[in-house]
């Protein structure tokens, strides 16, 4: 059964990024308006231990998303400093 993605997303000055976290490959995909500019092997230590720590609960989710969006916002600031 394949694992759920985690989406988040951000108007990072006036431009709408997202985050996909697939579970099942460990990977993240950015997309800027729609379309996709990067794919990364998500970093091990994204989300601690909680990972293997079971049956994920709706904080686990929450948690999962606000990782994800740190990323991004991560992921923007550099990609901005490289234009």
């Keep these: 059964m394949k694992s759920p993605t985690v989406r988040a997303g951000a108007h990072i000055?006036?431009?709408h990024w997202v985050a996909e976290y697939a579970e099942d490959v460990h990977e993240i995909r950015v997309?800027?308006?729609g379309q996709e500019v990067?794919?990364?092997?998500?970093?091990?230590t994204l989300?601690?231990?909680?990972?293997?720590?079971?049956?994920?609960s709706t904080a686990d989710h929450?948690?999962?998303e606000a990782a994800?969006?740190?990323?991004?916002k991560?992921?923007?600031?550099?990609?901005d400093a490289e234009e």
Aim: net charge negative.
């Design 13 to 15: 000055e006036g431009v």
């Design 31 to 33: 997309f800027r308006e």
């Design 38 to 44: 990067d794919v990364h092997d998500a970093p091990a």
């Design 47 to 56: 989300f601690g231990d909680e990972a293997s720590a079971g049956s994920k």
């Design 62 to 64: 929450r948690a999962m």
């Design 68 to 72: 994800v969006l740190a990323y991004l």
């Design 74 to 79: 991560h992921f923007v600031m550099e990609h």
